[in-house]
């Protein structure tokens, strides 16, 4: 079946640096990619969706300075989060389009 | 826009009885529907999902969901819980267009617990 690889399952940086977070589909290729972020115990919210090769669409709300998105191939997407804050501190999941949706395995960001 | 709600942020049943985890959508056209299950620190894992067809769809672990067209809900039901059941458990509809690259639209999610 689908698989989707994100990479680190957990980082903890410091104040004022920046982190990225990988999601590759290891089995198929992604027409879409989407990046969403989930504070505990609450539901997902949408980030950003990109295409391979075209800029990323952000939802209303979202940073795209701060939360740099980039979708180089059908099989990689990154997010980086830059010069965090404590208050970017989450859980970030990123999830593969083809036919369904297959999810990665997330990532837990701590920013101290 | 789409919306999904999710009735009740938790429930509870004992090892052996019913679930139901109910979720309502609102759109103006039957969405693609889907529940997913997360454990913590976890991604999402795909239970089941509704395009076309037969409104009663099973999915894995036994779960099974019903699309209810006139009620615009899909509730997912097992009928024995197991201990492994207990997770966080998330409704979510996708545009049926193509409109936004189908991205999900989740709804705040159940936490279901399983007492022994």
């Known amino acids: 079946g689908a698989v989707v690889s994100q990479h680190p399952s957990r980082v903890i940086c410091k104040s004022g640096t920046s982190v990225k977070i990988e999601c590759r589909s290891l089995?198929?290729?992604?027409?879409?990619m989407f990046w969403y972020r989930q504070f505990p115990k609450q539901s997902l919210m949408l980030m950003a969706t990109s295409n391979e090769g075209s800029k990323a669409t952000y939802e209303q709300g979202v940073e795209k300075d701060k939360f740099l998105i980039n979708h180089a191939s059908l099989t990689l997407s990154t997010l980086t989060v830059t010069s965090a804050h404590p208050e970017d501190s989450s859980f970030y999941i990123c999830?593969?389009?083809?036919?369904?949706?297959?999810f990665g395995s997330g990532t837990r960001l701590t920013v101290v | 826009a789409q919306s999904v709600t999710q009735l009740g942020s938790h429930v509870s049943v004992s090892e052996g009885a019913l679930v139901l985890l109910r979720c309502n959508y609102s759109s103006s056209v039957p969405p693609y529907l889907f529940w997913y299950v997360q454990y913590p620190n976890q991604g999402l894992q795909l239970l089941l999902k509704y395009t076309t067809g037969a409104t009663l769809v099973k999915g894995i672990n036994g779960f099974e969901a019903e699309f209810k067209k006139s009620e615009t809900s899909f509730h997912l039901t097992k009928p024995s819980a197991h201990m492994s059941d207990a997770a966080e458990y998330f409704c979510?509809?996708?545009?049926?267009?193509?409109?936004?690259?189908?991205?999900?639209?989740f709804g705040k999610g159940t936490l279901l617990t399983v007492n022994p």
């Open positions: 089995d198929f290729q992604a027409t879409t």
């Open positions: 979510a509809v996708s545009d049926r267009g193509g409109g936004s690259n189908y991205k999900l639209t």
């Open positions: 999830s593969a389009r083809r036919e369904g949706y297959t």
